[in-house]
């Protein structure tokens, strides 16, 4: 795991080669930094503390933000 700062610096310098950012996040982890260089954010919110908490204090909403409601009950599946 990194810090925003150095994923953002690695998504700007991608926009530089005209690449496409995207971010994906579980809801308490929410890259705020990053979520101003990217194309679309995709945020997995776990029980609605996204919306709930984090939402609200963010100032303006990010462009292309896309929030997935995923139940505290789901089932992990382990790698075997």
Known sequence: MTGDA???YAALKSREFGKIVFVT?????FPFGIA???????VYDVGGFFREKVLPAYRGKPKGLV????LESARVLKAQ
């Open 6 to 8: 150095d994923l953002k």
């Open 25 to 29: 996040a579980i809801g308490s982890r």
């Open 67 to 70: 929030v997935r409601e995923l």
């Open 36 to 42: 101003t260089v990217a194309e679309n954010c995709f």
